[in-house]
């Protein structure tokens, strides 16, 4: 596996994922456990809510986000590891049979101050739909190695 | 079920909800799901990674605080919908046996300008363990209904 370090890392580079399927039942199940609202958990219920519709919950959304992340390209030396986010929006609701992929733009990288063996790369991650719809925008900024010397 | 409306939520209120053990099988299996790196799967590994030991995927804290969220006495008119995250920062290790608890300070109330019926309502939410440590913060807007007049 190549892995890659802050030195391999530049503004404006686009890294992009393969594709998951959104399960109907896995929908629900992840709302069951941890977002249990109706509009997550019964069709019938969706329908008359501000969703129109079952959705996923925006935490299972950025949890699938981080699951195609991490089987991506990007690859950074010592894993992907958020120091923390900066936004995240989720501007339309995913749902069953859904075709998620991910699009990540390198929009900063900087060394630390601090710590002179790692630094930050701020990513920002478009999920979006198999119909070229975004669903969700996330900018996180990583922890990544620099290039041992 | 008691529902909060816009105009029951005011800056400096505060919610604390209940408590949410974390178990070290769900630790590893949410990470075979959605976070597959060997500091959130495997003991051994994990002991020599930057976490020092097995940790939570920061995607299974946040949806840990969902859940927390929803069961405690929020309880927005409409549900609890975000219309997205100004922050999410993880600032400690999710450890195997911890019990969180989330304390939601509101920010911020302010009717929308477009929809007369709703507004948002800023919360900044924090993850402690039982040593009472912040492992999260979280800051969010949610969109909540205004009181039928």
């Known amino acids: 596996m190549v892995e890659r370090y802050l030195e391999d890392f530049a503004p404006g580079q686009v890294y992009v994922s393969g594709r998951l399927h959104v399960d109907r039942d896995r929908i629900k199940s ?13 069709e019938q219920a969706a329908r008359g809510s501000t969703f129109e519709g079952l959705a996923a919950s925006g935490w299972h959304t950025a949890a699938m986000t981080m699951r195609l992340l991490v089987a991506s390209d990007l690859k950074p030396a010592g894993g992907l590891v ?12 995913v749902r069953p049979g859904d075709e998620l992929r991910v699009a990540s733009e390198v929009l900063d990288v900087q060394p630390s101050k601090s710590r002179p063996d790692q630094g930050v790369v701020k ?12 669903v969700q925008i996330l900018t996180a900024d990583l922890i990544v190695k620099r290039r041992p010397t």
């Open 30 to 42: 992840f709302a069951r456990e941890f977002d249990p609202q109706p509009f997550h958990l019964d």
């Open 82 to 93: 958020g120091a923390g986010i900066d936004d995240l929006r989720w501007l339309y609701p």
């Open 123 to 134: 990513l920002k991650s478009t999920t979006s739909n198999q119909h070229g719809k975004p």
